[in-house]
């Protein structure tokens, strides 16, 4: 969201300079690789990226080569746009920045790609190395006093503008604000500072984090243990491959931990862990005590929010938020809270009954509840992880989702079988086609997960954007780590592995089914923060719904269908005790909005906000701020609530399938089509606000989020 420098950092040997009239500096740019697209395959940025020639050499040069042309290109803008006989329109403007993205996107999504699906130490460190470099010269648009006027000009003659052009204009102008093009150069001179001081916070934050939580671990002995399945107990055994022999180590790693606390049954044990996880970086240890810098990062936020025409960090941070400002948020935060209080007392209630039950003579704490809540949906659902994934192969999961998105939205997706160069023998290639049979975008897909080579979790890596004048459609990389196959059976997915499909498939659709022309505002690029989870959470309601779920499931031996009872049971899983879970994330989203808005002390707002909202009482010592990354060195300062956002949205909007009926398969393709339309088709290109309207008809409502977090009835039409 903010810039961090106005000037480039040499990387090699000075080739020639750039002046800059405003500030008056001079930029140092690199030795221009001598690679061509001859002998380097990034280069060749209109066809698919030749990852078996691809090596950490021919990344950096690539890379390196495109991010120079792509600084001398906006020098070159800023020179043309300082002519004052030079028109200012979108021509002149905005198709040569588009002409400049695109290829340095491209070779730049091919490298953060390897950099995560073949993970080897020279690819590592040369991607570590260039990653800051990069960042700073996307920023360079933002800081170019001509381009930054010429945007201002466009501005005031906005009525003539399409609405993809306004977007793009006024998220240049907010970022060009943002990184402090209206300031006097004092004024600028102190804005560098603060940033300076910023980046030091952040740092040293997340290195005592860090310190803090890999200098604790606990020896396991054998009856803390014996009861840990097989494939929990491989996360705390020295020797994966033969977990029964020891010794069993708990760290505070996320995996490891959250396992530990599901699991282990000695609550002394448990509490020991729960409250060295909630210690880490505080008082406890001088060296490692994050108390100074959260004060510091909040300071230096306030201090910087200030300085850009702002009251608080928090009000700067809804610029870039559908949402708008922190009474949006907290009306959403106070409604949910109010509305999910008691039904939270009473999950806490049925929880510790069910405990007192089976031998726990104490009231529930939080180091308890996990345990608790593992064996209780044991007894509620019955529901073993390994038999439902007997139902789910993946083959089969894909030709159920590719036949629900060509139901919905008129579009198929199938696989080329033509020889494809890819990065792993796993991975395959897929075409989407819209109703006329024209290839409209194109995705690769790496499903299984590779220990040694690849990173835990999934994504979407974007390899090209769709842009008009420079003629390219969407290019995409997913990426999964679901189990592989394995006894000559075929990947079997969990439930909780099909939403994430579902999740990634949404934002697949919605960077593939851009019909916005610039690469600034096509598809995912531009979403406001809140509302870029919109629709991976509308597809992963499709999951509520038995007979989408279906056609996505064949048990792998006898061929049957996931029974009806089962997958009831797996919703009600899947939604236990959701007042709980909601509560903690309407503390935390509340905390930082208050750490963004107030000055109050750290601590003492954390005690405050946890008496609020928190259904336990504040456990002396402990202290969530010192271990809370997310607002502090990550990306979500005084935006923690982003995702509850985009939930809320997301259950509006899939409430107009719901209102439909889901049965009726005319009337589901009627609003697919208004959903890709709206939200699949225009992406960044329009306010997430009125793309809402155009789907719905009205501003959105907490309703339907009430509804499908079962706390509040469901209204008949």
Sequence with gaps: MLLFTRKLLPLRIVNYKIFSKRNKYIVLLPEIPPDTAENNPL???????????????????????????????????????????????????????????????????????????????????????????????????????????????????????????????????????????????????????????????????????????????????????????????????????????????????????????????????????????HIRATSTSDELNNSLEIEEIRHQRTNLAKLLGFDTYAELSMKTKMAGSVENVMELITTLHVKSKDVTLKEIETLEEFANANGFADKLQPWDIPFWQRLHKEELFNVEEATVRQYFPLPVVLEGIFGLIKKLFGITIQEAKENVDVWHEDVSYYKVTDESGKEIASFYMDPYMRVDEKMRGAWLEVGRNRSDVYGSEPLSYLVFNFHPPSFGKPSLLSFSDLKVLFKKFGHLLQHSLTTVPYTEVAGLTNLEWDVVNVCPLVMSSFLRDYKTVKKLSQHVDSGDVIPADLHEQLIKKDQYMMGLRLTEELFLSALDLELYSKNEFWLNAAKRVWAQYMPFPYEKNTAKPCSFPEIFCDQYPAAYFSNLWAEMIAADVFSAFVEEGLDDDEKMAKIGHRFRDTYLSLGGGCHPGEVFRQFRGRDPCTDALLVSYQLLKKTQS
């Design 43 to 277: 280069l060749r940025t209109s066809a698919l990226p030749a990852f078996s020639q691809l090596n950490s050499e021919k990344c950096v040069n690539a890379v390196g080569k495109l991010m120079i042309q792509y600084e001398a290109g906006i020098h070159h803008l800023d020179q043309k746009l300082d002519d004052s006989e030079v028109q200012i329109n979108v021509q002149n403007v905005i198709l040569p920045l588009d002409r400049l993205t695109a290829p340095f996107d491209f070779a730049w999504g091919a490298f953060k790609l390897l950099y995560t699906v073949r993970r080897n130490q020279s690819i590592a460190d040369a991607y570590v190395k260039l990653h800051p470099r990069i960042i700073k010269a996307k920023r360079e648009k933002y800081l170019s006093p001509a381009i930054y006027k010429a945007f201002k000009e466009l501005k005031s003659n906005e009525n003539q503008l399409t609405e993809p052009v306004r977007r793009i204009v006024d998220k240049h102008i907010l970022e060009s604000q943002l990184s402090g093009m209206d300031l006097s150069d004092k004024a600028y001179d102190h804005f560098q500072t603060i940033v300076r001081k910023l980046d030091e916070g952040r740092g040293k934050y997340k290195h005592k984090l860090v310190q803090a939580t890999s200098s604790f671990s606990h020896d396991l002995q054998f009856d803390d243990i014996k009861n840990f399945p097989k494939e929990v107990l491989k996360f705390f055994a020295a020797d994966p491959t033969n977990v029964a022999r020891g010794p069993w180590t708990l760290t505070l790693e996320p995996h490891v931990y959250n396992c530990f606390m599901e699991y282990c049954d000695n609550r002394l044990l448990r509490w020991n862990a729960w409250f060295a996880n």
